[in-house]
C-alpha cells in the first residue's frame, strides 16, 4: 500500500510552526475507522501470562469476539519473552506459529492489534529469561544482539499481517530494569526501531512506558524514546498514583490520564496514546469503574489524543497462577467479566465506540490560545527537592486549574513557538535549572508585545521581574515562620475591572489569532495603571492553602506592590467556628497606595501592565501545594469536607455538607452552578445583592469547612487579562468542554478498515456534513448528577452526534448589575453599565474555539465569562439546561445559525436513538 501520514484525532503534540509527525510512515493494512484508536490491553482470560504456552485458540477467538462485540477496534497483546525466546540464539518456532494465528483470530473478527516485545514487567511481577545472567539488556553486545534476533524474527513472521496497526517495543521496561544512563535507553529503541523499519518500513513503532518515567529519572526520557518511535505512550493509574488523593470520579483522578497524554506529546513533540489507564472492581465498584472509564474517553478525544487503550479486557480466571496469585487486584481490571459479559466500563466503551462510528475522519482540537510551559530541564534541576515528581506534580494540578477555569490549554516546551498563545502559564517556578536568563528575556519580549504571563513563586529570581510584575522584592522565608502551620486563605478581587482606570491610554486592536491586542502610549508601566478601585464587596476566599509535607518548608516572595495593582492576599483561615459566609471586609489599615493590609493579611496576588501586556504574580507555590491537598478542588463525592481536614469549601457545588455522605444515588442532580441560583432563595442560598453564600459545620479537626474552594478563579483572572473568551463553554467547573474542528492544522488523514470489518466510518445522514465539521465535546468529571447551561459566542444548534436531538443556543438577558457569581463560571463584574457593552459584531471565525471583546473607547470590556445580553448583543448565548450524569459525555455537531431562533418555536428535542433519552430541564 502507499504510504500515509498517521493522524491521530489530535493536533497538539507538535508545537506551531513545528514539523508534526515526521518520520512516521505507517501504511499498514488495518487501521480504526475512526481515526480516534479505541481498543483493550489482552491476554487471555483462562491462561493469563501463560497464554502462549497453554495455547487455548477457541477460548480466544471467543474473548476475541466478545471484545469486538463490546466495540473494541484494536488489542494491545504481549510477547513473553521468555516463551518467544527460550535460549539466546533461538526463538521458538511454535510461538512464532501461534503468534500468527492469533493475528489471524483477531483480523476475523475485525481487531487491528499493537504486539508487545519485551515484556520484562508485567502485573506486579517481572518476568525476565533465565539466560540473562545479570547483564544489562541496553548495553551488552550480546544482549542486544539476542534482542536484534527476536525483533526480525517476529517482523518476518508478521509484519505483512493485515491486522497489524504498530508494533511496542516492550511493555513497561522502566519498571523491569533501567538502563544506566538516558543515553543508553536511546541508544537502546534507536537500535531496535531500525531493525523493525528495515523490515516493516511503512508500520509506525511505540515504546510503552509507565508513568515511571515522568515522576522519576528512569533512562526512558520522552525526548529521547521521540527520537526513535512514530507515537509516544503513556501508562497512568490515579489509583496507584500518590497525585491523585481524591475519590475516583472526581475531576483530579479523571484529568490524570488526559494530563499525562498531553505531556509526553508536549515533551516529545509526537502524537501520544494513551496505552494503558483503567481500575479494578475489587477497589471500586462495577458503576464508579464504568464512569471513570467514560469520562476518560470522553476527555481523551477532547484533548486530542491518538486513542484510549484501556486495561484490560476481560477479568482473569487463573486466580491462583502468578502474577494473580500475588496481586489479587489484578484480576478484576477487565471492561468484560471472566465469562466475556460487559460490566458497567464495557458498557461505557461500547457507548463510546457507537459514537467513534457517528463522527467523520480527521477531528482534531481548535487552536488554544493558552498554554502550560514545562521546565527547561524537568530531570535535572541541582535542587534536591526540585525533582521529576515534583515537577509532574505542579504541572498536572495546573492543568487541572485552567480546565475547571475552562480554558483550553496546551503543555509547551520553552523552545516552542509561542506566537500564537495569548496567555503563558509558569506554575511554581523554582530558583535554576527551570527557567534560563535566555527564555526569562524572551518571556519579557513577548509580554511587551501583548502576551499575558501568569508566575507563581516557588524560589524565582530573575533579572527583571521587579520590573515585570510591578513589585519590590522585599524578602522570602516560608509562610510558616510568621503565621504559625497554616492553614491559610487565598482571598481574592473578583470585582478587578480587566483594563486599567487611568494611567496610560489603553486600546484594543488585532492581537497573535484575531484577539485583541493591548495598547499603550508607553513601552512600560512600572509607576502604575493601577486596576481601578476595589470593591471590597467582591473580596472571595477562593481557596484554602495547607502547607505540605516536605523536607523543608517551601518559601514564598515577600513583595510590596512598586506600580502593580494587589488582586489577592494571604490570610490565616480561622481557627475555629464555620468561617466566612459571605464577602471578605480587609481591616482598615491602608497601605501601599490604597491596597487593604493588616497584620494578618499579605499581598499574594500582583497584576501588572507591561508593555502591552500583563503579568501575574502568585507570591506562594500554589499548583504544589494544592497538589499535595487531598480534595483540594471540592469535587468530593461523599460531601463532608472538600479539602480534606480543615478544607475550605464543603461541598463542590457550593451547597454545605448535608445528609450521610455516599455516592449519589438520587434523582435530584446538583443545581450549584446553574443560573437558576442566581437569585435569593436558589438551592446552595444566595444572599443580598446576589452575594453567593454557603455554610456547613466544621470539620472534626476544627478548622472551617465552609465556602468554596475556587482556585481556578487565579487562572481565570490570568485568562481575563489576556482577552481570552472560550467559543463554548459549561457553567460547571467539573464540566470540561472542548470544540473538535474536521481538517485542522495537522491531522490530513482518517482511515477505514479493510473490507469487511463491520465499522465503516462514515457520518450518518442525520449528520451532514457541508463544510469542515465542528464538533462541541462535554465531559462531566462531577461524581453526582448535575445540570448545565452550554454557552456560545453566537447563536447556534447542536446537534447530539448520538441521538440528532437539537438544542438552540438562545440569546438571554444579562443578569442584575452587581450580581456576582461565585459558585461557578460566571463572576459577573459589577462597574459595567449596560449601555457600555458593545455588539459583538462577528461570529468567530470556523477552526477557532475562543475569541475575545474589545471594550469601546472609556469603557470597560464585558467580563469573558459574563451571561449574554439579550437580543443577540455582547456575551452568550445559551442552551437550557441539560442533565449530564456522572462520567458522561456528550458530542455535538455545531451549526451557526444566521439568526436567533424566535422563542418558542425550537423544534421538539427527540431523540431518534430509542436507547438513549435526552433530558432537557426547563427552568
Known amino acids: 500500500m502507499a504510504s500515509e501520514i498517521l493522524s491521530p484525532i489530535q493536533g497538539a503534540a507538535p508545537q506551531p510552526g513545528a514539523a508534526r509527525g515526521a518520520g512516521i510512515r505507517p501504511g499498514a493494512p488495518a487501521r480504526p475507522a475512526s481515526s480516534f484508536w479505541l481498543g483493550v490491553n489482552y491476554w487471555a ?146 537500535l531496535l526501531y531500525r531493525e523493525l523499519k528495515s523490515v516493516t518500513p511503512g508500520v509506525p513503532v511505540t515504546l510503552g512506558i509507565h508513568v515511571a518515567s515522568l515522576v522519576d529519572d528512569c533512562g526512558f526520557r520522552p525526548a529521547d524514546v521521540a527520537e526513535a518511535a512514530d507515537f509516544l505512550c503513556m501508562h497512568l493509574y490515579p489509583i496507584y498514583s500518590p497525585w491523585c488523593p481524591d475519590p475516583v470520579g472526581t475531576i483530579r483522578p479523571n484529568l490524570l490520564v488526559p494530563f499525562g497524554d498531553r505531556l509526553v506529546a508536549a515533551m516529545g513533540q509526537r502524537p501520544a496514546l494513551a496505552e494503558e489507564f483503567g481500575g479494578t472492581t475489587l477497589m471500586m465498584s462495577p458503576a464508579r469503574h464504568g464512569r471513570y472509564l467514560s469520562a476518560v474517553l470522553g476527555s481523551l478525544l477532547l484533548h486530542g489524543s491518538m486513542g484510549a487503550v484501556a486495561w484490560c479486557g476481560l477479568d482473569f480466571r487463573c486466580q491462583e497462577d502468578l502474577p494473580y496469585d500475588s496481586t489479587p487486584y489484578e484480576v478484576a481490571f477487565g471492561i468484560l467479566d471472566d465469562q466475556g459479559r460487559p460490566k458497567p466500563a464495557g458498557e461505557a466503551f461500547g457507548r463510546f465506540a457507537r459514537l467513534l462510528e457517528r463522527l467523520p475522519g480527521g477531528l482534531a482540537p481548535a487552536p488554544r490560545p493558552a498554554a502550560i510551559l514545562l521546565p527547561e530541564r524537568y530531570y535535572e534541576n541541582q535542587d534536591p527537592d526540585i525533582t521529576p515528581e515534583r515537577n509532574f506534580a505542579v504541572l498536572f494540578n495546573a492543568f487541572v486549574l485552567a480546565r475547571r477555569a475552562g480554558l483550553p490549554v496546551d503543555l509547551v516546551r520553552p523552545d516552542s513557538d509561542w506566537a500564537g498563545y495569548r496567555l503563558l502559564i509558569v506554575p511554581c517556578l523554582p530558583r535554576r535549572n527551570s527557567l534560563s536568563n535566555r527564555t526569562w528575556n524572551r518571556l519579557r519580549r513577548w509580554v511587551e508585545q501583548g502576551g499575558t504571563l501568569y508566575l507563581s513563586y516557588d524560589g524565582a529570581a530573575l533579572p527583571g521581574m521587579e520590573a515585570v510584575f510591578g513589585i519590590r522584592i522585599e524578602d522570602a522565608y516560608p509562610r510558616e515562620a510568621v503565621h504559625g502551620p497554616g492553614p491559610w486563605d487565598l482571598v481574592l478581587d473578583l470585582d478587578l475591572p480587566p483594563e486599567p482606570q487611568g494611567g496610560p491610554e489603553t486600546r484594543c486592536g488585532p492581537g497573535p489569532r484575531g484577539g485583541p491586542e493591548p495598547q499603550t502610549s508607553g513601552k512600560g508601566s512600572r509607576d502604575g495603571a493601577a486596576l481601578g478601585t476595589l470593591a471590597h464587596s467582591g473580596l472571595q476566599p477562593v481557596v484554602r492553602l495547607i502547607p505540605a509535607p516536605r523536607p523543608a518548608p517551601r518559601k514564598r516572595l515577600v513583595a510590596s506592590p512598586a506600580g502593580a495593582r494587589v488582586a489577592g492576599w494571604i490570610r490565616p483561615a480561622p481557627a475555629t467556628g464555620t468561617g466566612p459566609a459571605g464577602p471578605v471586609h480587609p481591616p482598615a489599615a491602608v497601605a501601599h497606595g490604597g491596597h487593604p493590609t493588616g497584620p494578618l493579611e499579605e499581598p499574594a496576588v500582583f497584576v501588572h501592565r507591561y508593555g502591552r501586556g500583563w503579568a501575574v504574580l502568585v507570591t506562594d507555590p500554589l499548583e504544589w501545594i494544592l497538589a499535595c491537598t487531598p480534595g483540594a478542588y471540592g469535587s468530593q463525592a461523599h460531601g463532608s469536607s472538600a479539602c480534606g481536614s480543615g478544607a475550605f469549601g464543603s461541598s463542590a457545588c457550593g451547597v454545605g455538607a448535608s445528609g450521610s455522605g455516599g455516592e449519589h444515588h438520587g434523582p435530584e442532580p446538583h443545581r450549584g452552578y446553574g443560573r437558576s441560583q442566581d437569585g435569593p432563595g436558589s438551592e446552595g442560598g444566595a444572599g ?116 440528532g436531538a437539537t438544542l438552540y443556543a438562545r440569546a438571554e438577558t444579562a443578569p442584575q448589575r452587581g450580581a456576582i457569581h461565585t459558585n461557578g463560571r460566571r463572576p459577573v463584574p459589577a462597574p459595567w453599565p449596560r449601555a457600555a457593552v458593545p455588539d459583538p ?83
Open 841 to 923: 459584531g462577528a461570529r468567530p471565525a470556523p477552526g477557532t474555539n475562543w475569541a475575545a471583546e474589545a471594550p469601546p473607547a472609556g469603557a470597560g470590556a464585558p467580563h469573558p465569562w459574563s451571561h449574554g445580553a439579550s437580543h443577540g448583543k455582547a456575551g452568550r448565548w445559551q442552551t437550557p439546561p441539560v442533565r449530564l450524569e456522572p462520567g458522561s459525555w456528550r458530542v455535538f455537531r455545531i451549526e451557526d445559525l444566521d439568526q436567533e431562533i424566535p422563542r418558542g418555536d425550537d423544534p421538539p428535542c427527540q431523540s431518534s436513538n430509542p436507547d438513549v433519552a435526552i433530558q432537557v430541564h426547563h427552568r
Open 45 to 190: 482470560s483462562g491462561q493469563g501470562v501463560a497464554m502462549w504456552q497453554d495455547w487455548q485458540p477457541e477460548a480466544i477467538a471467543a474473548e476475541l469476539r466478545a471484545l469486538a462485540a463490546a466495540g473494541c477496534r484494536v488489542v494491545r497483546f504481549f510477547l513473553r519473552w521468555v516463551h518467544f525466546q527460550p535460549e539466546e540464539d533461538r526463538v521458538d518456532p511454535t510461538a512464532l506459529a501461534r503468534l500468527k494465528a492469533f493475528c489471524d483470530l483477531a483480523h476475523g473478527v475485525g481487531l487491528a492489534v499493537i504486539p508487545t516485545f519485551f515484556t520484562g514487567h508485567m502485573s506486579g511481577e517481572n518476568w525476565d529469561v533465565p539466560w540473562r545472567r545479570g547483564r544489562c539488556p541496553y548495553t551488552d553486545p550480546a544482549m542486544l544482539r539476542a534482542q536484534v534476533r527476536l525483533i526480525r524474527a517476529v517482523a518476518e513472521t508478521i509484519g505483512h499481517h493485515p491486522a497489524l496497526l504498530a508494533w511496542d517495543l516492550a511493555n513497561e521496561p522502566d519498571i523491569f530494569a533501567r538502563p544506566p544512563s538516558p543515553d543508553a535507553g536511546w541508544l537502546w529503541c534507536r
Open 688 to 803: 443580598p445583592e446576589g452575594e453567593a453564600r454557603a455554610e456547613a459545620p466544621a470539620s472534626s479537626s476544627g478548622l472551617a469547612t465552609a465556602g468554596r474552594t475556587r482556585p481556578e478563579q487565579v487562572y481565570r483572572l490570568a485568562a481575563r487579562l489576556a482577552g481570552i473568551v472560550p467559543e463554548w463553554e459549561a457553567d460547571h467547573p467539573d464540566v470540561e468542554v472542548g470544540v473538535l474542528v474536521q481538517g485542522a492544522p495537522g491531522q490530513p488523514l482518517t482511515g477505514g478498515l479493510e473490507p469487511g470489518s463491520r465499522a465503516t466510518g462514515t457520518v450518518p445522514e442525520s449528520l451532514p456534513v457541508t463544510g469542515p465539521a465542528r464538533y462541541l465535546v462535554v465531559v462531566s468529571h462531577h461524581p453526582q448528577p448535575v445540570i448545565v447551561v452550554l454557552s456560545g459566542l453566537a447563536p447556534a444548534r447542536l446537534v447530539d452526534a448520538e441521538t
